[in-house]
Structures are given as C-alpha cells and as structure tokens.
C-alpha cells in the first residue's frame, strides 16, 4: 500500500513544476506562484518549468489548446515596439493575421496593451496580453484556443488568468 500511495504522489508531482508552489483553490483552477508572479490555471493541467527566455505553458492532458506566460526585464520600449516585438515571434511560430493592439489597465491599476492572431477563417484563435509592472517589467499572457466549439470555455480559462496575473 505504501509503494502505491508513493507512486500516486510522485506521478501528482511530476505534472507541477519544480521552480513554483502550486495551491487548490478549490473552484477548479489551481494557483501557481513563482519567484516573480503569480497566476491561477484549470486544475489537473501539465505546467511547465520555466524557460531560460522566462516562458511558462499550461495546457490540458491529451488535449490540444494552451495558456502561455512570459516575463520580461524592466524596459522602456513603448507599446508599439513592444508590439511589434511580439509580432515578430507570434508570426514566425505560426502565420495568421494580428489585430491592431488595444490599451487598457487591469482591475489593479496596471497598465495593458491586448491583440488577437486571427486564423484563415477570421477566428481570434491566439490571443494576447501584455501588462506593465509599476517597475516597468512585463508579464505576457496568451491563450491558443483550440477550435470555435471550445471558445467560451478557453475564454472563461484566459479570462481567470488575466484577472488573477500579479507580480511578485
């Protein structure tokens, strides 16, 4: 019984990263806090470590769709270069056409730049956010939605994921 129970809690760990804590909270999603932020994803889904570049991804087990954050140093680049930055890498992953960005702050004050990737269909499939720390660092977060079918669902997921975003 003792082998089992190990092997449940070793199999439960291996699917949270070793560099963040991670917390139930109960309704779902599950909180994870690294040395820099803090954001809240679905339960049960693989995190990832974080990347040297400061990339993290959640995604469902055996299911297509992820959420994606990403951290940057403090910087003064503006919204449009910032943009256009992060066109750049979006593009070369996967084409699509980009929205124009759209400015805006968080329910804590912080200030946002959003855009969407539309698919060849005109569905907003990848969608993006970067906010603006008061110490000039930035937090991207992004949501690739796997079909039109699963939108209001993924919505919901990237919803909770900006609305819970804080830095550390």
């Known amino acids: 019984m003792n082998n089992i129970m190990t092997l449940i809690a070793a199999v ?3 699917q949270l990263p070793m560099d963040a804590k991670s917390l139930n909270l109960g309704d779902g999603y599950t909180r994870i806090e690294t040395a820099t932020y ?3 994803v679905p339960t049960g889904w693989e995190v990832s470590e974080e990347t040297p570049w400061g990339q ?5 087990k055996d ?14 680049q503006s919204w449009e270069q910032l943009y256009q930055t992060s066109l750049y890498f ?13 400015l805006g702050k968080t329910s804590s004050g912080f ?8 698919d060849d269909t005109g569905f907003a499939a990848r969608r993006y956010i970067l906010i603006r720390g008061k110490d000039a660092r930035l937090l991207a ?20 994921l900006t609305a ?3 830095f550390k």
């Open 38 to 40: 803090v954001i809240e």
């Open 164 to 166: 819970t975003a804080r």
């Open 90 to 102: 979006i593009l070369r992953e996967e084409k699509g056409k980009p929205t124009p960005y759209r």
């Open 56 to 60: 993290r991804k959640a995604h469902p």
């Open 141 to 160: 977060l992004s949501v690739r939605v796997p079909s039109r079918n699963a939108d209001k669902e993924w919505s919901k997921h990237f919803e909770r």
């Open 111 to 118: 200030e946002t730049a959003s855009f969407e990737v539309l």
């Open 12 to 14: 439960a760990l291996s």
């Open 63 to 76: 299911a297509e769709g992820e959420l994606g954050v990403m951290t940057a140093p403090p910087g003064r």
